[in-house]
Each structure stands twice: as structure tokens, then as C-alpha cells.
Nanobody, 123 residues
């Protein structure tokens, strides 16, 4: 079955940078779009961005200009690099996939989710 395992979340200071990773298994990774979402306490899950199978990224408004999504098809891994972190970036970050080339900006677009990794940004 499809498994997604995120890592890299930790406590950082405002202004720091952070890189998250998500290792995928049980799917043809190179053919799959991969998405990143985040959920802050008391808020709905929010689209962060996605990367299409050919490596073209699409970013949500929350990290546009501060985030970079990349992928390594040899390692079945997708990355989210975030710069200039703010306290409002504090959230659990999830990667997700449909296991297909399709990827959208809504939770309902995705069938498979990781367990999430906590990012906390202190001011």
C-alpha cells in the first residue's frame, strides 16, 4: 500500500529556514504528483504546494516566494524548503498524493496522506 513518511519538522526561530522531506513507497513515484499541506491548531488544512511528475511546482499563497518544492525520483522523496519562517507558519505539515499524475490544491484531491511533521516557529 501507499505510505508517506514526513520528517524534518522541529522548533525554529522566526527568520530561519527549514527543509522537510517526505519519502514515498508503494507507488510509482516518478509518475505521481506530490502535494504539501499544513494544518495549524484550530484551522483547516491548507494547501502549501505541489510538484508535478515532471518537476514543475505550484505554490499556495501561504509560502509563495518563501518556499521551494523539489523531488528526487531516485530516492522517492519530495522536499519542502521554507525560508524566512514566521510564527504563523507553525503547523503540522503533511505530504499527500493520489498516486497518479494528477495533483490539485484541495484536500479532497488526494487519496494518501502521511502522518505529518510538526513545525514550530518561535518569535
Amino acid at each position: 500500500q501507499v505510505q508517506l513518511v514526513e520528517s524534518g519538522g522541529r522548533l525554529v526561530q522566526a527568520g530561519d529556514s527549514l527543509s522537510l522531506s517526505c519519502v514515498a513507497s508503494g507507488l510509482t513515484f516518478s509518475s505521481s504528483a506530490m502535494g504539501w499541506f499544513r494544518q495549524a491548531p484550530g484551522k483547516e488544512r491548507e494547501f502549501v504546494g505541489l510538484i508535478r511528475r515532471l518537476g514543475i511546482p505550484v505554490y499556495g499563497d501561504s509560502v509563495k516566494g518563501r518556499g521551494t518544492i523539489s523531488r528526487d525520483n531516485f530516492k522517492n522523496t519530495v522536499y519542502l524548503q521554507m525560508n524566512s519562517l514566521k510564527p504563523e507558519d507553525t503547523a503540522v505539515y503533511y505530504c499527500a498524493t493520489t498516486g497518479t499524475a494528477y495533483g490539485g490544491n484541495k484536500q479532497a484531491d488526494y487519496s494518501y496522506w502521511g502522518q505529518g511533521t510538526q513545525v514550530t516557529v518561535s518569535s
